[in-house]
């Protein structure tokens, strides 16, 4: 029984008893200590009774450690993830609200009520991830406002609005796994109206791609400046394939690119043309002046003009 007492209290230590609060052990090895004096005293009934009150202290301090390090491990990083999130620029009350229930976590757990430790530890960590959530869905929708998508998916954009505030009040009422939820819920709903805004930018802007590459076959700039043309031409066959694939974003960015492309491609085209056509012109007139020199030239040999 001995053995088992003092692995027992090993198995504590190495879970951090003492970091934390040395004089939980303390207490436990005082109990310990009885169990020896009782046995010193041959009073072996006594002896081991408090050997087994001791043993069973020495497990609540690991157990209790290792489920408080593993939550505070848990809680931290959502903590972290959450200010990350950007919670300090926007509310950082709502951060405090979430420290304090952390706060009580621990106490509760410092105090031997592991049950409230648990349940105080799961709510921060509901909170702080409830922030991060709702940060994310926050600064979603500031995107698709200074991208002027809302009206792309009106109906659902103000469903996300509702289901935003209402997490908050939930967040501010205490109901953290409700905050989650709605965190959650309209995250999902802005980013699913971002993602039809692009669709949709992505679809007009691919009719104006469209439309200036029909301008530059026409001019022949596939012909007239055909380097430039195939180099644009690939670009716009990048965008079509993220198009296809749904990747409106890239596609959009590609097809702006293609687009403005294709113009120069037809301006360089144009210019060229002018450039051959001022030097057909040129060479005509030269042309014709070098037959009208033959011609004086001829009638001179002809006597016909001095």
Known sequence: MRDAVLKARDEAIAAGILDYVPEYLDAADEIALGAERA??????????????????????????????????????????????AGILDYVPEYLDLADETALEAERAYLAEDFSKGETDAQEALDRYRSLKTGMEAYLIREEVERRDFAGFDQANFDRADETLLAAAAAYEGEAAKDALAGAGESKALYDGVLKAG??????????????????????????????????????????????T????????????????GFVETVLAAEEKRRIAQEAIEAADKKLAESESTAENAEKILEGGEE
């Open 39 to 84: 046995y010193l005293e041959e009073d072996y009934y006594k002896a081991e009774a408090e050997a087994l009150k001791a043993l069973d202290r020495y497990h609540v301090l690991k157990t209790g450690m290792e489920s408080y390090l593993a939550r505070e491990g848990a809680v931290l990083k959502a903590r972290d993830e959450a200010i990350a």
């Open 198 to 243: 692009w669709a949709a930018y992505a679809a007009q802007l691919r009719g104006l791609a469209q439309r200036e590459r029909g301008n530059a076959l026409a001019a022949k700039a596939n012909v007239a400046v055909r380097e430039d043309f195939s180099r644009v031409e690939q670009i716009f066959k990048q965008a079509e394939s993220a198009y």
């Open 245 to 260: 694939s749904k990747v409106y974003n890239n596609a959009a960015d590609l097809y702006i690119r293609s687009e403005a």
